[in-house]
């Protein structure tokens, strides 16, 4: 392989993403996870943690830890706070993806591929996507009630736009045998298995 090659999966909430990186994992595929990422920088003592909660009040449970919802239900409904947010993580979590960078594949799970300007650390950008009434009942096995599950899409980038962006498309609409076919096919034609 003459190019590094850096693959960037990332669809709509409830599409799909984490099965598809699931499923690389367990083909023996080594898969960053922004959410992850995240997650990590957020912890005690750790520059995210630092940094959010001495920007946001009240983000710490009893144990000092950040509570995750607490800070979801302030961003959420705020788009100066979660542009805020946005602001001090995703420098953050760039620095650890572009630490992976320099094996010759790297693939990562990035939900807001396209959102940011992540985009540009990517050669290839594999697209997960569903219908709509797929993905809200998918959000409501995770806990959503509709108008949350709703509420959650429609504050994304509309499904077409991505589309537009992306250099793969895999449809996750039929039971996850046909998703990973359509995986599998994938990695074939990058010449990854």
């Given at each position: 392989?003459?190019?590094?090659?850096?693959?960037?999966?990332?669809?709509?909430?409830?599409?799909?993403?984490?099965?598809?990186?699931?499923?690389?994992r367990k083909k023996g595929f080594s898969v960053d996870d922004c959410?992850?990422?995240?997650?990590?920088?957020?912890?005690?003592?750790?520059?995210?943690?630092?940094?959010?909660?001495?920007?946001?009040?009240?983000?710490?449970?009893?144990?000092?830890?950040?509570?995750?919802?607490?800070?979801?239900?302030?961003?959420?409904?705020?788009?100066?706070?979660?542009?805020?947010?946005?602001?001090?993580?995703?420098?953050?979590?760039?620095?650890?993806?572009?630490?992976?960078?320099?094996?010759?594949?790297?693939?990562?799970?990035?939900?807001?591929?396209?959102?940011?300007?992540?985009?540009?650390?990517?050669?290839?950008?594999?697209?997960?996507?569903?219908?709509?009434?797929?993905?809200?009942?998918?959000?409501?096995?995770?806990?959503?009630?509709?108008?949350?599950?709703?509420?959650?899409?429609?504050?994304?980038?509309?499904?077409?736009?991505?589309?537009?962006?992306?250099?793969?498309?895999?449809?996750?609409?039929?039971?996850?045998?046909?998703?990973?076919?359509?995986?599998?096919?994938?990695?074939?034609?990058?010449?990854?298995?």
């Amino acid at each position: 392989m003459s190019k590094r090659l850096t693959i960037a999966i990332t669809g709509t909430i409830g599409s799909g993403k984490s099965t598809v990186c699931s499923y690389l994992r367990k083909k023996g595929f080594s898969v960053d996870d922004c959410d992850e990422i995240n997650r990590q920088l957020l912890l005690s003592g750790q520059p995210g943690y630092q940094k959010v909660t001495a920007a946001f009040k009240g983000v710490t449970n009893d144990k000092g830890a950040i509570d995750h919802k607490a800070l979801a239900d302030i961003v959420f409904n705020d788009q100066n706070k979660l542009t805020e947010l946005q602001n001090i993580m995703h420098p953050l979590i760039k620095a650890e993806l572009t630490k992976g960078m320099d094996q010759e594949v790297y693939l990562a799970e990035v939900p807001l591929l396209f959102e940011t300007d992540f985009y540009r650390l990517f050669n290839c950008k594999v697209l997960i996507v569903c219908d709509e009434n797929i993905a809200i009942n998918r959000l409501k096995e995770r806990g959503f009630d509709e108008e949350m599950a709703k509420a959650r899409i429609k504050k994304q980038m509309p499904v077409e736009e991505k589309i537009r962006r992306s250099d793969y498309i895999i449809y996750n609409n039929g039971t996850e045998d046909d998703l990973f076919e359509q995986v599998d096919h994938f990695l074939e034609e990058v010449k990854l298995c």
